[in-house]
């Protein structure tokens, strides 16, 4: 039957003597019978996506993740901050990030001690400003994370935009725009920033 040739699959890709479960191949191989039975018949890609894509794919999905370099900002107090590494066009995506869903943002106001063993006051801790929410709304708070985009500072003529990236893209899911911030209580990544270029940068 299907579920003992799945019992039997699983014992084989797990048996560490056989595959490193860290290891390239152990990770590409199928995870049951059926899916074995499926690329013995038609390769393995048909169940895993090609390693390359199409130039008119990454024309119209690809991020560029190598615009931002960090350094030491303009802004005074600010401490470190973005820089272009390339002159950008307005209208450019510099970057994009999808966004980790944290659904408690209360998780960010514990603070132990050195054992992380006992509470010992609350806090909110750094990260928070680098996330995005409404307390007066939801615990939910919306974590961006990409090559630089949290150096990124706020200043008074901004030459960066935040906007959704398009449905499909990074990781964004536009049915998730029906749901109430109580419905986005699980961690998944199915939301997603692009930043965009409002004036020509050099």
Known sequence: TDTIKDSIWKDIIGNKLI?????????????????????????IRSIQQPATRSLQDLETEGRCQDNI????????H????????????????????????????????????????????TRRQLLVN?????????DLLL?????????????RRPNVRIRWAPHGTISQNNSWFDLSPAEMTIYKINLA????????ID
């Open 78 to 121: 600010a401490g470190r901050g973005a820089f272009a590494s390339r002159p950008l066009k307005k209208d450019d995506i510099i970057s994009g990030s999808p966004l980790f869903h944290i659904p408690n943002q209360s998780e960010f106001t514990r603070m132990y001690n050195n054992n992380y063993d006992k509470k010992v006051g």
């Open 143 to 155: 974590c961006p994370y990409g090559a630089g985009v949290n150096f990124i500072n706020h200043r």
């Open 130 to 138: 680098y996330c995005w929410g409404h307390v007066d709304v939801s």
């Open 193 to 200: 920033f692009d930043y965009v270029a409002v004036r020509d």
């Open 19 to 43: 595959l490193p479960r860290s290891s390239r191949t152990a990770n590409a191989l199928p995870t049951n019978s059926q899916q074995a039975r499926k690329v013995a018949s038609s390769g």
């Open 69 to 76: 370099i960090h350094g030491i900002s303009t802004i005074p």
